[in-house]
Every structure is written in structure tokens, then in C-alpha cells.
């Protein structure tokens, strides 16, 4: 066989990978893993959102390819939200791209924008997709530090100048995966002015925006003024809809990074089925504001139980006001990464490590409220009984 491209050098196994593999093992064994590690939403869409999709399935005009650019109808389901949720005005064709999730834009666009000497900056706990693109695309990602003390947001002054210079993209995500952290509008304005200031292009990575508590109500990157001049934001129906196995979602933004992300996606992938732009251009439309409240209002009462239970099973956190993590920090000294691993082997639970979320995640666990409420209960009685056994 024939030695695989260098690029593969510096980039290593998807962590989640490694750990699903990891999980089924044990399943072969007789195991049965609770997975607290992976954000997939545990309920299905808005009912009228399947019913879309299974009626549109059934037409014959929808089998063949639905266009690079995806259809009118989606990207005009995508311009109406923003319009609506955020109060900004984006031209259908030239600021909307859908994507096969998220995760597919993040990647491309860091195709499409960085080649070896360009830096990439990436704070120091994120997805990890946004330092794995950089890697694929041969840049340098320059580790931006956050952490509990700075509320998870970078300062933008402590960048050094050489770093400044050749740095093309910077990457943004509120509420943060994995930390819960949240900002408003005048944190990404600072992020805005930064990079108008340094060309750069400003990459708000957005698809928790939807999944709040506390009346706490996330804001665009794109509400800042003069965010279209340097900004492309990821919106994904993932998690904003339970459809994260539909793989929907959308770049919006700046015309010109639309246009370039267009030019290297192109070229990978040809779109989705054209039922499926359908359904989620229904779900925009017309799923209720109470339909998402009420869901947020399960997440919410997971999240509570879950933090209650932290101090019976070795970890501390900040409450969070949105995504669906618990950021935790383990208290027995031993680093997330160890932690995760006697809670997998000892309580048959899975927790995320800390550190696949970048340089300052060593000492924290990744818990998800994206599981059944039963699932959860019995994931934190193991939890208490191995912690207070063995555990501490």
C-alpha cells in the first residue's frame, strides 16, 4: 500500500472515534456503557418537521440533485429566521450556503482560507474541528488562552503582532462547547473591530444559540455593526431542532467567504436530498417558539439534577446558561482525561475528557444532557456509588 499523506502526520484520530470504539468493545463484552460524552439530542424534531420530510419523499420531482447552493426555498427559510430571530437582513443567494452540518462548513472553510504559514486562531477549549481544519489545510493554530477566570473569552489584545500579521481566521462559539459559556453582543463586537482592523475573517461557529436557559437569550455575531464586512456564522439544525442525523445546516455571512467556501465545498459534495431542504425549511417556518421553550425546559431540569449531583461524584461547575454540557472540573486532582477513564471502567459511565477540547481542558469532564431523563438517573447513581466507593 502506499504511505499515507503527510498531513495525516500532525493529525491524529477524531477523539469521539476513539472513544465510540473504546464503548463498543465493552458492548461486545456485556457492558452496558451510559454515554454522557456525545451533545446528540435524545428527542426527535417537531412532529410537522417529519411529516415534511416523509411527504416530500414521496414526490417525484425531488430525486435528483438538489443544486450545490441547495434550494431557494431552504436558503430563504435560513434568511427569514435571521431576519426574525436576530433582526439581520441576509440576501438568499449570496449569504446563505447550506452545509452538511456544521462540522463539514468549519472544516472547508479552513480549505478554502489557510495554506502552510497562515496561522489560525483558536481559543484554547473549543470544537475540536476548528484546530483539526487548520492542521488539514497545514497552517499553525495559535492558541488563544481562556478559561474560568476570563469567563472563556479570549482578549484579543494579548496577540502578539507576528501572530496578528499572519493570521487569517479566528474562531468564535457562544454558548460554548464545551464550557456553557455565553456572551453578548458586545463581546463580538470587540471580536468584529479586532478583525476588521487585521483581515481577518471573524468565524462564529453558532449552533447552540437556540438551546438557553435561565431567560437567557443568545445573540448573532452578525448583530454587531459592521459584522458583514469580516464575518461568516455556522448556524446547524442539529441542535437547534433535534436533527443532528439530518446533517442541515448553513454558512450565512459575508459574500465573499460564501462565494470561496462554495468553491471548496463544490468540490467535495454535491448536497443534500432535496426532501430534506424541505423539511428543514419547515422547521424554520413554522415550529412554535414553545415547541423549543419546551425543550429547553427539559434540558434545563437535566442540567439541574446533574449539577446537584456533582459534589457526590467528585466535580465542581459553573451552572451553565446555554449548549447542553456541564463543563466540570475534577476535584480529586488526577486531571479530567483519568477521571473519565475510572468513571468509564468503574461506573460504566462515558464523560468527554477535558483535554480533546484543547490545551486548558486537563483538569475537566465534558458532561452531556443530551440523554434520557432514566439514563441520566441511573448514570448518577453509578456515578455517587463508584465515586463514593473507589472513586474518591
Known sequence: MPTPAARLNQLPAYPFAVLGQRIAEMGKQGIDVIRLDVGSPDMPPPPAVIDALSENAHRDDVHGYAGY????????????????????????????????GSKEGIVNLALAYLDRGDVALVPSLGYPSYAMGTLMGSAEVYWLPVSAANGYKPDFDTIPADIR???????????????????EVDFYQRAVDFCAQHDILLASDNPYVDVTFDRYVAPSALQADGARTCTVEFMSMSKSHNMAGWRIGAAVGNGEAISTLLQVKSNFDSGHFRAVYDA???????????????????????????????PDIGLEAECPLGSMYIWGRALDGQGGANYCTRALDGAHVSLAPGNIYGPDGDDYVRISIGMDDARIDEALVRLKAWWAGTGA
Do not use: C
Not at 447552493?69 to 449570496?94: C, I, M, Q, S
Not at 422547521?283 to 439541574?304: C, F, K, V
Open 69 to 100: 447552493k441547495g434550494t431557494p426555498g431552504f436558503r430563504g427559510a435560513v434568511a427569514n429566521y435571521y431576519k426574525r430571530r436576530f433582526g439581520v437582513e441576509l440576501h438568499p443567494d449570496r449569504e446563505v450556503l447550506p452545509l452538511l
Open 165 to 183: 500579521r499572519r493570521a487569517k481566521l479566528l474562531w468564535l462559539n457562544y454558548p460554548n462547547n464545551p464550557t456553557g459559556a455565553t456572551v
Open 280 to 310: 428543514a425549511a419547515v422547521a424554520l417556518e413554522t415550529t412554535p417558539q414553545s415547541w423549543i421553550d419546551d425543550r429547553n425546559e427539559i434540558y434545563r431540569q437535566r442540567r439541574d439534577r446533574i449539577m446537584a449531583a456533582l
